[in-house]
């Protein structure tokens, strides 16, 4: 039989982030069909993955990389090397340069850094785009992913735009959703246009920042597509996608380890992985992660809290249960955790960092890192 994640669990180190290579692809290649049907380009938004060992893999499907400053910029340049955008809400003066020899595309928040950086840009013959705020909110529940909610400092407004301070941009970002459907991308554009329509009229792209859920089951991806070639045959633009959790969306794993089952008022088990630390959006977004063969409380007949060995109470994943007690020694898979977890973990209360491991989709497994003591002293 074909090796997966429940018969190699027991092999790997724990805890350990696994790249599930086949998940991976198969984003890969629905992300590639928008490219084909429409001739828009998607780059990476390495924000939510930055595993550079699958860069060349990714690279033979996409057209490149979106950053968030130098470091991005430079990983970027070096591991994928391929069309590289930058969006930061301000650069540092000692930084610009660098950052301008590695990306094609610098966008700018404001028309102050506009106004310092443009002749820098234009001289290394790079391009230039203004991020836009459209202001109109579609997400529910999560303002600290709602870059129109308000006083919000991502992006220029209408009333902000200065229309006569437009020399040398070529074109307008917009970066609105988190985690959704075409329908509010289309509702999104409607607005934008009605605000920025004009100025699009002059541009030459538009990059419609990430938040594309695009390789979720339930995505309308031909709403997508229209959209996408409304802009194209409307204005002109060349069209930029910047997804980051559609790429490697439900392609990754955390495995770890029970270590200790104990009990008050209900039953629990100590893992040897932290939300915290390893999946910081599970407290700080906060969801709860898909637990392989387990259900809701109560779902199935044994449930269990499952909670991390750090010393902050609140380290807990959640309730899960499962079909047979628990016992120490058993290993867990948590889904979907090649996203968002790799590029924000950390060593708080001394945790060790998980290794990460590629499932390659001929089942053979490859371990790309592995951490140490070194890891949480260096840092200190
Ligand atoms: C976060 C972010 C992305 C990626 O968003 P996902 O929700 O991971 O798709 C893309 N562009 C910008 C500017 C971002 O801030």
Known sequence: MMNNIDNLKKCLPTPCYVIDEAALIS????????????????LLAQKAYSCYSTYPLI?????????????????????????????????????????????????????????????????????????INPEFSTQEGHEIYDPCSPASRLGITRRNFRDDDLDGVTG????????????DLEATLDAMIEKFGDILEKMEWINLGGGHHITRPDYDIPRLEKCIKMLQDRFGLEVFLEPGEAIALNAGYLVTEVLD??????PIAILDTSAACHMPDVLEMPYRPPLRHAGEKDEKPYSY?????????????????????????????????AIYSMVK???????????IVLLKSDGNTETL??????DFKARL
């Open 59 to 131: 690279a033979q499907y996409l057209d490149g990389t979106a950053c968030s400053g130098l470091f991005e910029a430079k990983l970027g340049f070096e591991e994928m090397g391929k069309e590289n955008h930058v969006f930061s809400a301000a650069y540092r003066e000692n930084e610009i340069d660098e950052i301008i020899s590695y990306c094609g595309h610098i966008i700018f928040n404001s028309f102050n850094q506009l106004d310092k950086y443009r002749e820098k840009v234009l001289k290394a013959g790079k391009k230039i785009g203004l991020r």
């Open 345 to 355: 973990n950390n060593t708080f209360n001394g945790m060790p960092l998980p290794a």
């Open 261 to 266: 089952l104990t009990e008050n008022d209900m």
């Open 172 to 183: 307008l970002h917009m970066h609105t959703l988190c985690e959704q459907n075409s329908d």
């Open 305 to 337: 809290r499952l909670g991390s060995q750090t010393c902050l109470a609140g380290d807990s994943i959640g309730i899960y249960s499962f079909d047979k007690p628990l016992s120490i020694g058993d290993r867990l898979v948590f889904g979907d955790m």
């Open 27 to 42: 984003n890969l290649e629905i992300l590639k069909g928008v490219r084909e049907r429409t001739g828009a380009k998607i």
């Open 369 to 374: 890192k592995e951490f140490g003591y070194s």
